[in-house]
Every structure is written in C-alpha cells, then in structure tokens.
C-alpha cells in the first residue's frame, strides 16, 4: 500500500474522502475504476478503495456479477485480503450496512427487576462492573468438526450475568452451526427487530442471526458459490456483530490470521479481545494441549500461549473426544450440560472412552475452558483457573440453564407464540446466584406477604 488508511475504522461514516458518496452515485462504471486500479496497481490499491468496493458491493446494482467475482478473485491473488487494513475497512462497511442494534434494554438498575426478569445489580458488581456486551466467536473452516462449544460457552458465561450478544449463523462448513444448535433446542431465531430490546431484560443471553442482520449481503451469496474458493468474505462473520460488543474471544483456524484479526479488533475499535488458534489449526481454545493466543486491550497486542492444564486446571481431551454431532445430538448433549446431569446421552461415553470416541466429561471441560477464558475477557474472573470456578458455578446453580431457558422462551413470545408461565418453589428451585429466579422468589414472596 502507498501510504495511511483515511478511514476511521470505527466510525466510517464520518471519515474517509470516498466514505461520504452517496449511494446513488455508486455503480458499474464507477466500480469499473476500482476494479482497473486493484488488477493493474494493487500496491497503489488503499483501505479507502477496498470500503468503496465493498459499498458497491452491499447495494444491488453497485456492481455486476462479474465485476463483484472479478474483485474478490483479485484481492485474494493480490495477498491484500490478509491486509489488517484492508479487512477493517471491508468488516467496517458490512457494519455500517447492517440492521442498527443500538439499545438492547438491559442497561444497569438500582430498582427491582419486573416479574420474569433478570436481576442484574448483583451480578454487575462483580470482577471489574463491565456492563457491556461480548461475544465469543470462530472464523470455522478448520476442518474438525468439534461439538458447537461457543455458543454452548456463551450461554454459560450469561449463566453469571454477563450480557453476551452472540452473532452466527448456520453450517457453512461444520454439521451443526450455532443457529442449527438453537433451532434444534426450539428457539425461534428470526423475531421482529423491533422486540429486540425485550431479550437481555429476561435473560443475559441474546443471540443474533446473521442473515437476518445483514440483507445487504444476500446478493452477493450466488456469486460466492460461484467462485469455489475462500475469499475475505469468509473471515469478515465474527467482525460484523451488529450490536458491536467492545469485548470479545475471537478463533481462527490458521495461526498466520491470529495477528492480523488482532489487529483488525484493534482497528475497529474493540477494547479488550483474545484471539486463539489451537495449536492443531482449531478456531477455538483446544481441550488437546497448547492454544496461540493474541491478547488485545488499551490497543496493544500481546502474543502467548495457554495450556488446559497448566492455566485453567483442566484434563486435557483429543479433539476426537470432543467431536460433534447432528444439530439434534448436539441439542441432546447441550442440555445435558446445562442439567449439569453426570448421566450421557446414549450417543456419549461416560467416562471419556479409551478409543477417544466423544464423551461427556471431555466436552464438558472443552465448554469451561472456552467459558473461562471468555469470562476473563469479560472482566467476570481474575485468572483463567478462576473463570472455570465461574463457569462450574454457572452450570451447578442452574444460572446456564436459566439464561437459555429465559432466550428460548422470549424468542418464541417474540414470535407470537403462547408461553407457559413459570413458577419457582418457596425455596427458589434452581435458582441461579445472580439470575432473575432470584428476582421471582422475591416477587412470589412479596405477592404472599400482601395477601
């Protein structure tokens, strides 16, 4: 590149000489350009370019198919498309295309939750207070097929009240993606827009499905199946979270992307993030031995490694005992986690099965130490070994199944659809230690005290 990006990663719409044009104006002749100056000049080709490619792109008609194969073909022969760059300024566009997700509704509160809610004021006193969002994500593609741990992850660190915001999608290249998992658990994943802020009021766990959050895109899907290769589209799903979480875990399966997703972080604005990459090319924190990590925060970028046994206490498992399954045997798996039941379903072993065959205890301990290590990001744990103390508490208390429970059932109100309403026994049932069953004890017990 001949010089500095233009762009202010975070906030494109208001920097950048191109960032401003108006969308009327963007076409195939003026893509034509860009197309002419990447082929021909891919040294002189900047980020301010490659976001105005991309903001052809995300209109129908900015491009032709043609035009939109021939320059993600280019970019990826150019080497560009690995540019920390030049993948924020394509991943801030996508952004600035997307569904706005501004208030999601569970801002801090002195008073009592309503009846059904969860009760936050305890729970955000704890580690640093962090309030905001976070997610815990994988760039897929690595090829091993694990059982879906983020998203099962994700719903155990909501288990402790920390409002994870969490973005994904279907199987692109796994048998079970994290909508598949969800869909399978009888959620409903394509609510109206306008019922989102009534999630994170009722539980700490949100999910957002991706199609749904970004149109602009759907376009463009023929053309990427047209082309049978990867190209930077495949790298951009965990940096376009609509609700912008300023923390996050981010996988990879490639250590050379490690660097470059930390930086692409550090350029979009993101306070605090841990990327990892298995040792063994898996876009997660590996339950087998040794995980790269790249550890961003107050916009420096430090490089290390961790270890399940040496950092957070745990076994160590083949990636073969923590293989996955269909979306419906993952389900099954799922909530035999979230029951914290010792008993597996018939398609896992108990204990793990000397031929390594996938079993419960390793899947488990593969789920805390992604939890852990997300709910170190999240401010909620001092220490790894402390994260999966968190964790264990979260699945043990019933807060993991209460924050899914809280999701599931919200998705389908949101949807139109009658839900039972719970009750909890006298002495709270499975009351998670800082969840909204806390919070209906209370109200239950007011309700008996005016009688």
Known sequence: MSGQASIDFANPQVSGQNATKDDSQLNPDTFKMLLKKLVQTPNEFEPDDCAQCFRHLCIRGGASDAQAGAFLTALALSGLESEPEMVAACASVLRQHAVAVTDLGAKPSDSDPKHDHWDYRESDKEGEGYTGYVDIVGTGGDGWDTFNVSTTAAVVVAGTGVRVAKHGSKAATSTSGSADLLLSLDCRLSFPLSTLSTFLPSSPFLFLFAPHYHPALAHIAPIRRSLNFRTVFNVLGPLINPAKPQRMLLGV????????????????????????????????????????????????????????????????????????????????????????????????????????SPSLQSITDYVLLNAAALLRVAGRAKDWKHGVQLARDSIASGGAKTAFEGFRDNSQKAMGENVAIKTVEDDGGVAAKNGFVKAWLRAKQSEEKGR
Request: charged letters at 15%; a negative charge.
């Open 253 to 356: 399966a490639n250590e050379q992307l490690g660097s470059t997703f930390a930086q692409v972080l550090k350029l979009l604005g993101v306070e605090r993030a841990l990327v990892v990459c298995g040792f063994e090319g898996l876009d997660e924190i590996s339950p087998a031995g040794e995980t790269h990590t790249w550890w961003l925060e107050k916009g420096e970028i430090t490089k290390s490694t961790i270890h399940p046994t040496r950092d957070f206490g745990l076994s160590t498992h083949s990636l073969s005992s923590v293989r996955g399954s269909t979306p419906e045997l993952n389900a099954l798996t799922f909530t035999t986690i979230l029951s914290n039941s010792s008993q597996p379903p018939s398609h896992l072993s108990s204990p793990a099965s000397p031929e390594d």
